[in-house]
């Protein structure tokens, strides 16, 4: 996925910058802070690495601190109370190149908008999707490889699905696919290339308009037209507000179910008992997936700020404090969850937070889990006998603020599906 200025990899070089491949295991650390209290001061590259904090290209100051919720009721807490905790911060750091989103917006305003957003994820609109976009594209990237008898699932199949079908539901031309994908991965790889980010928005916005009056004349049921007919309070979205949210949903729909897939998928391939477990009951299909999102999520962390003084778990944070919610160390929390390392498909269902939680909850919760079911069925279908290759060497997720492995070298039986 070559930058069309600098000719690099864009999705290489945002992995690199984030830790994948070279940055295992955070949870060792987390759980020393988790030790010493459920929220606590850190300097913020215990959250973001080296990279850069703040947007514009800046650096935190030097002494600068971040407040950091790492037990799972401190995180709990801090979610379902949008009062006192803002996600207004995020007008800084995303709104450069976003625009303005449900992001950054706080009830009563998000509540208006995202109602108005998730009537592009209607039941109807899923199971519309489910056949005719997510299962094709799916079976038609295993079509590719399934008589080969090996693979790199994530390249091959867990990279370029998700970004297929939200495309799709977008309404690109397939002949702009690639493009897409390029400027949503620029996009959200502000914090390492913050003018690449604005050139991608910018991009992005000029694909939209191409498309936005055809929607406007004659409406479909991709979510282009649902937003192009969309009222708030009565009055019509302005073009520049559904570039917004289209550009919001181009690096959340594309990213995050590339990632939580090939989560899940690492976690099986690396427990061939809990595969084979899967395999022969796919009632668990639900338990797993909600097990791959707990064990390791494809988003570490969300930011927030303090309205107001407040107390969280007995600890005072004051107001106009910058505070990272950590949802990956209170999904490995033993106060919530037993043995909270073990990758489990059997594990009994307790509410996780790998989606986050209250207001600014994922709006593609929905999406996200019928996209993994529908790929975990395609995978268990048509390729027997899937295993990690033996000679590929150790295969694991990876990552600081986003993770995911660095590939899935994978080996199957060919000439039968299961």
Same mark, same amino acid.
Request: charged share 25%; hydrophobic share 40%.
């Given at each position: 996925?070559?930058d069309h200025e ?6 290489q070089r945002f992995n ?12 060792a ?7 010493? &209290?459920?929220v ?5 590259r215990?959250?973001?690495g080296d990279?850069?904090?703040m947007s514009?290209?800046q650096k935190a100051?030097? &002494?600068?601190?971040?407040w ?6 401190? $995180?709990h807490?801090i979610?379902a109370?949008s ?5 207004s ?10 625009g303005?989103t ?7 305003e998000?509540?208006v +908008?995202r #109602?108005?957003l998730?009537?592009? @994820?209607s ?8 056949t005719?976009?997510?299962? #094709?594209?799916i079976n038609g990237l295993?079509d590719?490889?399934?008589e080969r ?6 390249? *091959?199949?867990t990279f370029p @699905?998700?970004v ?5 539901m977008m309404?690109?031309p397939?002949?702009?696919l &690639?493009?897409f +994908?390029?400027l949503a991965v *620029?996009? $959200? ?6 003018? &690449?980010?604005?050139r991608?928005?910018q991009?992005?916005?000029?694909l @939209? ?7 406007r004349? *004659? ?11 969309? *009222? $708030?309070e009565?009055?019509?979205?302005e ?6 949210f289209l550009?919001l949903?181009a690096?959340?729909g594309a990213?995050?179910t590339?990632?939580?897939?090939s ?5 099986l391939?690396?427990?061939p008992?809990?595969l084979e477990?899967?395999?022969a ?7 797993a997936?909600?097990e ?6 494809p988003?570490t962390?969300?930011m927030?700020?303090?309205?107001a ?13 910058v505070?990272?919610?950590n949802?990956?160390a209170?999904n490995?929390?033993?106060?919530r ?5 073990r990758?489990?498909v059997?594990? #009994?269902?307790?509410q +996780?937070l ?7 909850a994922?709006?593609?919760? +929905?999406l996200?889990?019928?996209e ?5 069925n395609a ?6 006998g899937?295993?990690l290759?033996?000679?590929a060497g150790?295969?694991? $997720?990876?990552g600081?603020v986003f993770r995911a ?6 080996? @199957?039986?060919?000439?039968?599906e299961s």
């Amino acid at each position: 996925m070559p930058d069309h200025e600098t000719g690099t990899d864009a999705f290489q070089r945002f992995n690199k910058a984030q830790g994948v491949g070279t940055v295992r295991d955070p949870y060792a650390r987390w759980a020393e802070l988790r030790r010493m &209290g459920p929220v606590l001061e850190v300097d913020p590259r215990e959250w973001t690495g080296d990279q850069e904090f703040m947007s514009g290209g800046q650096k935190a100051p030097e &002494g600068f601190k971040i407040w950091s919720a790492v037990s799972y009721d401190a $995180v709990h807490d801090i979610l379902a109370d949008s009062r006192n905790f803002t996600s207004s911060g995020y007008a800084i750091t995303m709104g450069p190149v976003l625009g303005r989103t449900i992001l950054e917006m706080d009830p009563p305003e998000h509540t208006v +908008h995202r #109602k108005l957003l998730s009537q592009a @994820f209607s039941r109807r609109a899923l199971e519309s999707w489910e056949t005719g976009l997510v299962a #094709k594209t799916i079976n038609g990237l295993i079509d590719d490889f399934a008589e080969r008898g090996s693979a790199d699932l994530v390249r *091959e199949l867990t990279f370029p @699905f998700p970004v297929t079908v939200i495309a799709g539901m977008m309404g690109v031309p397939a002949e702009r696919l &690639g493009e897409f +994908h390029r400027l949503a991965v *620029e996009l $959200v790889s502000v914090t390492i290339d913050y003018d &690449g980010a604005l050139r991608a928005s910018q991009s992005l916005g000029d694909l @939209f308009a191409d498309l936005l009056p055809g929607r406007r004349a *004659e409406p479909g049921d991709d979510i282009i037209s649902v937003l192009a007919s969309a *009222e $708030v309070e009565g009055e019509r979205l302005e073009d520049e507000l559904i570039y917004s949210f289209l550009r919001l949903l181009a690096p959340a729909g594309a990213e995050t179910t590339y990632r939580s897939s090939s989560n899940l998928l690492c976690g099986l391939l690396n427990n061939p008992d809990q595969l084979e477990l899967l395999r022969a009951n796919r009632d668990l299909l639900p338990h797993a997936i909600e097990e791959g999102v707990r064990w390791d999520p494809p988003l570490t962390g969300i930011m927030r700020m303090t309205t107001a003084d407040v107390t969280v778990q007995g600890v005072e944070i004051p107001a106009g404090a910058v505070v990272h919610v950590n949802m990956a160390a209170a999904n490995r929390d033993p106060a919530r969850f037993e043995d909270p390392d073990r990758f489990d498909v059997t594990r #009994k269902f307790k509410q +996780h937070l790998g989606f986050a939680f209250g207001t600014h909850a994922c709006l593609g919760i +929905h999406l996200a889990r019928m996209e993994t079911r529908v790929l975990l069925n395609a995978v268990l279908d048509r390729l027997p006998g899937l295993a990690l290759d033996p000679s590929a060497g150790e295969v694991f $997720v990876s990552g600081q603020v986003f993770r995911a492995p660095s590939a899935l070298p994978v080996v @199957f039986e060919t000439g039968r599906e299961s």
